[in-house]
């Protein structure tokens, strides 16, 4: 069964730090981009960041600088840094997977195989 699966998400105060994974069942993380998702009550999903097969990484403008992508491909894993986090970061995250990241600030995207993981809450706040 294809299935994605988000850890690491926990409460932290303004100004912490949470590192997000992502790791797959059933297929080769490796071979897709790895998109990473937030949606907060009542709002729209947004894309904040998107790590290519070849390491290319791309920010929302909200987090850039204080978000890092990256990727183990012995583990086959993905893995979102969040440093300087603020209250609006608040929301539930969740990664998905597609050929490239093109379209992953679209609220169009759909993930490859059409699935998403059941998330992983960040919540900031003092």
């Known amino acids: 069964q294809v299935q994605l699966v988000e850890s690491g998400g926990g409460w932290v105060q303004p100004g912490g730090s949470l590192r997000l994974s992502c790791a797959a069942s059933?297929?080769?993380?490796?071979?897709?981009?790895v998109g990473w998702f937030r949606q907060a009550p009542g709002k729209e999903r947004e894309g904040v960041s998107c790590?290519?097969?070849?390491?290319?990484?791309n920010y929302a403008e909200s987090v850039k600088g204080r978000f890092t992508a990256s990727r183990d491909i012995r583990q086959d894993t993905a893995a979102l840094q969040m440093d300087s986090l603020k209250p609006e970061d608040t929301a539930i995250y969740y990664c998905?997977?597609?050929?490239?990241?093109?379209?992953?600030?679209?609220?169009?995207?759909?993930?490859?195989?059409?699935?998403w993981g059941q998330g992983t809450q960040v919540t900031v706040s003092s």
């Open positions: 790590i290519g097969t070849h390491g290319q990484a």
């Open positions: 059933g297929f080769t993380l490796s071979y897709y981009a």
């Open positions: 998905g997977v597609a050929w490239d990241c093109t379209s992953y600030r679209e609220a169009t995207f759909q993930p490859a195989f059409g699935s």
